[in-house]
């Protein structure tokens, strides 16, 4: 509200994520340029993750804000910078994670997965999805690093590790009880009169 291109606005938490409602003075003003003058003033947990221009705050019969009436947020909205939709199969699988972890639509691979919503929880069910698609073992801190879809898709591409298939051991399969005692009465049948004493001993007196 202290800039002077915002004439009233209202923050609230929606899914977990900070949404900006603002009403401005003047349409010459860009999302960009709100979110520029907060991340100025503001540490980045507190800069809201989406901004929604409307023309104005509605509210209850008792003149308070009616959060219920407030729009749904869009966390796609970004003029910062042009959309650009995934270019190669690898883009294309982490766009498809992000949209099912972020429940988004739809993710330019430039699109930073924190302003989309994103927090270190989500962060860690998206490096677990992506062990597991890709079969590498990339860290947190490689995604912290430039947590775009881009970003990510370099080091995918670029990684060393490769998938290891490991051989299932074969396992002989115990015979059966039946079958045991079929094969055990089968040698005792072979033995001599003399074998059978000399065995039946040696049972006696273990």
């Known amino acids: 509200r202290q800039q002077s291109a915002v004439k009233d606005a209202v923050t609230i938490v929606k899914d977990e994520r900070l949404v900006a409602y ?4 003047t349409e010459e003003v860009k999302q960009s340029d709100l979110k520029k003058a907060l991340r100025d003033r503001l540490p980045a947990y507190m800069v809201p993750h989406a901004f929604m221009l409307i023309d104005h705050i509605p509210l209850s019969p008792n ?4 959060r219920k009436a407030l729009p749904e947020p869009d966390y796609t909205q970004d003029d910062e910078k042009e959309k650009v939709l995934p270019r190669n199969e690898t883009e294309t699988k982490i766009a498809e994670i992000w949209q099912e972890v972020l429940k988004l639509d739809q993710i330019g691979v430039y699109d930073n997965f924190f302003e989309l919503g994103g927090h270190s929880l989500l962060a860690t069910q998206l490096i677990s999805r992506i062990r597991q698609t890709f079969q590498i073992e990339p860290t947190l801190q490689a995604f912290f690093d430039d947590p775009t879809i881009s970003g990510f ?3 995918i591409d670029n990684s060393d590790q490769q998938a290891v298939s490991v051989p299932i051991p074969t396992i002989k399969a115990r015979p059966r009880r039946g079958k045991r005692r079929k094969d055990l009465r089968s040698k005792l049948e072979q033995l001599s009169d003399e074998e059978l004493e000399e065995l039946l001993k040696k049972k006696s007196l273990s």
Do not use: F, R
């Open 22 to 25: 603002v009403v401005l003075e």
């Open 63 to 66: 003149g308070k804000v009616d």
């Open 153 to 155: 898709a370099i080091v």
